[in-house]
């Protein structure tokens, strides 16, 4: 049945953050590999997040705590509850699919990330996205449903056959019943019980500009794997629109270390435009900082460029953290005293900035430190 989602209560209590255990309420099979799990927040509280942000969610998997970042794809606007919908993949996403049932608690903190549609707001959006992509820009779909308009959207969702396509039957609802959304799917190929009859292929400059003639004059949106991405970026350029008004969030963090999550628009490479730093400028002098851990009682060499997490990882301290991007929030500390530059990559929210934290695997020391850590 069509979600259509429109606060009907009041909620009790309004929340910035959680950082703690909430209890699963409900889980739905979305496709064969794709799950959601909806989440109950205490006293039916609402959590104010930004649809297209995400949580960090901390599992015990085979005795090993491990961390990861899922987008909320529900909408703010729906109190009481957060959906997450969970690609099956590695070890936590199964975790998530296998092992957490209706009843069962899981450790969930955040909202962050900078990849939003409050973030630019605008009459006309283009929201682009392949595979398990798509949950922050169904969030962000089903906010604007739940809002007063007037709204045009243009919905491209890129899947490997019919049946991959995660949210068909509420996007085709929704497609019947709103005059101002355009769902297109695109199909790499048939399933093995449906020939897919709609778009085939993979997204092209022709399709694109069929679909979106306009795109120029939309906000964009876009999220799927790195390779989409970088395709899109082409597409989109060459269909003449403006970089500034085109953002993008990959679920996959470059093993060479580059944050590819983030809102930065066609020409950076991913980072979150909102880099931060508890500094006044980059560490530009080269030379070693000492960084003293009060919890773990240690003081160590921080060398020219290196990040505290990795400073302490030399000296043989394991430090909580998972992306090592700044993305996740786990390695999220008190700086206690001295200035770091911090570039993150959406982990961390301007009121804990302002409130001295830092996120250790992306902050190096402009002078000698002292972290609670
Ligand atoms: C900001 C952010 C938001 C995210 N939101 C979601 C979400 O809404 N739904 C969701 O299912 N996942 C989401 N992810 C991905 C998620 O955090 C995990 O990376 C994923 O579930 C795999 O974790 P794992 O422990 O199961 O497997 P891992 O061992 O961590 O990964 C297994 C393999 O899958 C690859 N992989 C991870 N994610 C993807 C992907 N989406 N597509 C293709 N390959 C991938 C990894 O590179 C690795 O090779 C998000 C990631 C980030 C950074
Ligand atoms: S380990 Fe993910 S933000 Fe630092």
Known sequence: MTEVLVRETVATAYRDHVDE???????????????????????????EFRPGQYVTVTAEVDGQELSRCYTIASSPLQTGTLTLTVKRQGPVSTWLHDRLGVG????????????????????????????????????????????EGPHDVVFVHSARTPADIVFRRELEDLAAALPWLRVAVVCEGDGEDEVWRGARGRLTAGLLAELAPDAAAREVFTCGPAPYMDAVRDLLAGLGCDPARCHQESFVLDPAGAVLQGDGGLDDQGRADDAAGHGDAPATGAR????????SGR?????????????????????PSSCAEGVCGTCKSQLLAGRVDMRHGGGIRPREIAADKVLLCCSTPLEDCVVEA
């Open 104 to 147: 069962d608690q899981l450790r969930v903190s955040g909202p962050m990330g900078v990849f939003s549609t409050y973030e630019h707001p605008a009459a006309a959006h283009l929201l682009l996205s392949a595979g398990s992509g798509i949950t922050p820009l169904m969030s962000m779909l089903r906010t604007l449903v739940g809002t």
């Open 288 to 295: 070693t900082h000492t960084v003293t851990l009060t919890r």
């Open 299 to 319: 003081e160590v060499p921080c060398a020219p460029g290196q990040t505290i997490l990795a400073a302490a990882a030399q000296a043989g301290l394991s430090l």
């Open 21 to 47: 255990q909430l209890v699963c309420v409900h889980v739905e099979q979305v496709t064969h590999d794709v799950r959601s799990i909806t989440l109950a927040l205490p006293e039916g509280a609402a959590l």
